[in-house]
């Protein structure tokens, strides 16, 4: 069970002489997570209260005749329970330029790509930040040179990704957790420098009623596997290793507005981890408005899951990571 209290406050300053803007604004929340059941492992904290603290402030200047954007958006939370949920991040730190046929942000920021609900295959640019919630909807800020360029032939969009970040992990102490507890400390990288230069393309395109968008991403990938730790050649694992590959990763997302409808595809193949395969996410939404005459819409929303790996042989190490089931405990 979780309760959640916030506080929004925004302040908007406008400086018309020289066509400057700059806004602030934020968020803070008081978090508490109340557990009906006692810890499922000994290492686990056994209180059944978790409260935590959250604050997220933004600030934007624009100059220029809003040609030049200026964007710092910090992310911090404390937790009582869960030591590696206590972090801080910039979730955004950059400088966009926009000119004529083009513009570029340059700095830390975040980039989505998807269209799907259930599971955004997609969606590799990030790294996700997984103490915040399961769910992997929270990312965190990636240091990127993003060039966007706009044509009558579809929208371009090339990312240089300078600087790798691993992904978070609840604590052995935290409730929401693996079975195993994950050793985010000591993560194997195979040998690759955080600093390898990652790569990614995107082609996108509003085809009618459709959405269309097609992307290679080319470097580390930011889903890792977890590799069970035996130490001293036990039968039992202790922990799990967080262990990164080199992938390369095409997709292809279409979203349809037919009506009341929105028909949604994601499908995404890769290479680097294990043999390559595919997988995707396709479904529909349905969104009935003004429902018995009133103000209130039901919507209705339908998705398949596939992942394309052979099932009947037994898994390796060096196989992807399961995309569709997370088991955490409380």
Do not use: C
Not at 284 to 289: A, K, P
Request: glycine share 6%; aromatic share 12%.
């Amino acid at each position: 069970m979780k309760l959640t209290t916030a506080i929004i406050t925004a302040l908007l300053t406008v400086s018309v002489g020289n066509v400057q803007a700059s806004e602030w604004s934020g968020f803070a929340a008081l978090d508490l997570r109340l557990f009906t059941e006692t810890a499922a492992f000994p290492t686990q904290n056994t209180s059944f209260a978790d409260p935590s603290v959250l604050m997220q402030p933004e600030f934007r200047h624009e100059w220029n005749n809003s040609s030049d954007r200026f964007t710092a958006i910090p992310f911090g939370r404390y937790d009582s329970l869960d030591s590696n949920r206590s972090h801080w991040d910039l979730r955004e730190l950059n400088w966009l330029h926009r000119d004529d046929g083009w513009n570029l942000q340059t700095g830390v920021g975040k980039v989505f790509w998807g269209v799907a609900e259930s599971r955004h295959l997609v969606d590799i640019v990030n790294q996700t930040d997984f103490v915040e919630n399961i769910n992997s909807e929270e990312k965190l800020g990636q240091p990127m040179l993003n060039l966007n360029i706009p044509t009558d032939y579809g929208n371009f969009n090339l990312l240089y990704l300078p600087y790798f970040r691993e992904r978070t992990f609840p604590a052995a102490n935290g409730r929401v957790r693996f079975e195993l507890p994950v050793n985010a400390n000591n993560p194997n990288l195979n040998g690759i420098s955080h600093f390898h230069p990652d790569w990614a393309l995107r082609w996108s395109r509003t085809l009618g009623d459709w959405d269309v968008g097609v992307a290679h991403f080319s470097g580390v990938g930011r889903e890792p596997r977890l590799a069970a730790y035996f130490p001293n050649n036990s039968p039992y694992p202790t922990e799990l290793i967080p262990t990164y590959d080199l992938i390369n990763q095409t997709s292809l997302d279409v979203q349809g507005a037919l009506g009341n409808w929105l028909l949604k595809l994601e499908a995404m193949t890769r290479s680097g981890q294990g043999s390559r395969f595919l997988a995707l996410v396709a479904g529909f939404e349905y969104t009935n408005y003004g429902i018995l005459e009133s103000n209130a819409d039901l919507g209705l929303l339908m998705e398949y899951q596939y992942d394309g790996r052979d099932k009947s042989t037994p898994r390796k190490a060096s196989d992807a990571p399961q995309r569709l089931l997370i088991m955490t405990y409380f």
